[in-house]
């Protein structure tokens, strides 16, 4: 692909900060290792 291509594609849309992450990252799940441990468990079963 040239980079004339990939400069076109790229600049094509419009900026807005109503974006879907226009707040910003959310914060991900995160899970204790005993936590972890057990949702593993259960799939197991």
Known sequence: MSSLVVAEVGQNGSMNS?????????RR?????????????QYED
């Open 18 to 26: 109503s974006g879907p992450r226009a707040g910003g990252p959310t």
């Open 29 to 41: 799940r995160s899970f204790t290792p005993a936590q972890k441990l057990e949702l593993l468990t």
